[in-house]
C-alpha cells in the first residue's frame, strides 16, 4: 500500500512551528508511518526558523528535505510565483501529492489536490 504524501507550503511549515493543530497532526501521523511528510529546501530558506528548530522537525521518522536539485530547478513552472511555491507545486506534481497550504492563503497550483489547514 502507498502512503499518502504531503508537501508543505511555506505558510503551512511556518503554522506547523507556530504549533497548528493539523499540520503537528501531519507530522505526527509521518512519525508513525502512516502518511509521509515533505519540506522542500526553499520552503527552509525562508522559513528562516533557526537550525535547531527545524532539524528537531526534519529529524522526525517520515519527514523529509526536498533538495532543490538541477532537474527540479529547470523544470520549475514559469508562473509569476516565489520560487518556494513553484518548488512546492513541482515535487507535489512529481510526488502525486497533496499540497498543504493554511488557512488565508490561497493556492494557485492546479491539478493537486490542496489540504488547508
Known sequence: MRLPNYVFTLDAAIALLNGNNHATYLVRE??????YVFIPASVLAEVRAGRRTMEAVLMTPGVEC??????????????????DDRHVALEAE????????????????????????
Open 30 to 35: 509521518a512519525e508513525a508511518g502512516r502518511v
Open 66 to 83: 526536498i533538495p532543490l536539485t538541477e532537474a527540479a530547478a529547470i523544470d520549475l513552472p514559469d508562473v509569476p510565483e516565489s520560487l
Open 94 to 117: 512529481w510526488l502525486g501529492a497533496t499540497v498543504v497550504a493554511a488557512a488565508g492563503q490561497p493556492w494557485w497550483g492546479k491539478g493537486r489536490p490542496v489540504l488547508t489547514i
